[in-house]
């Protein structure tokens, strides 16, 4: 059974930064692409940034490039995620996905496992 288990959210003040952690158990991590996904109240599940399974390959969305990283550690089977300059607009529950595939891409149809997820609050 492939279980996602994100860590790292939490309270934080405007331009303050988190790191999320998400660590991966009962698949081959180092053929897994991985990506995170948000979903703020109200709003539909969006895609925050992905990993192909090598790491040779990351995307992110608009509102985030330049401010976070996302890397993977394929000998520790997790996935992290760097924010910086946090802003109000980016509260919401964040999500740690797989695919099984090399190469994950910004749909959430494309990956096959889930996380609980992490609340992020940043606060004004």
């Known amino acids: 059974q492939v279980q996602l288990v994100e860590s790292g959210g939490g309270l934080v003040q405007a331009g303050g930064s988190l790191r999320l952690s998400c660590a991966v158990s009962?698949?081959?991590?180092?053929?897994?692409?991985m990506g995170w996904f948000r979903q703020a109240p109200g709003k539909e599940r969006e895609f925050v940034a992905d990993i192909s399974s090598s790491g040779g390959v990351r995307g992110y969305t608009d509102s985030v490039k330049g401010r976070s990283t996302i890397t993977r550690d394929n000998a520790k089977n997790t996935v992290d995620l760097q924010m910086n300059s946090l802003k109000p607009e980016d509260t919401a529950v964040y999500y740690c996905a797989a695919a099984s595939r090399p190469f994950g891409g910004s749909s959430p149809e494309r990956y096959d496992y889930w996380g609980q997820g992490t609340q992020v609050t940043v606060s004004s």
């Open positions: 009962g698949r081959s991590f180092s053929s897994t692409a």
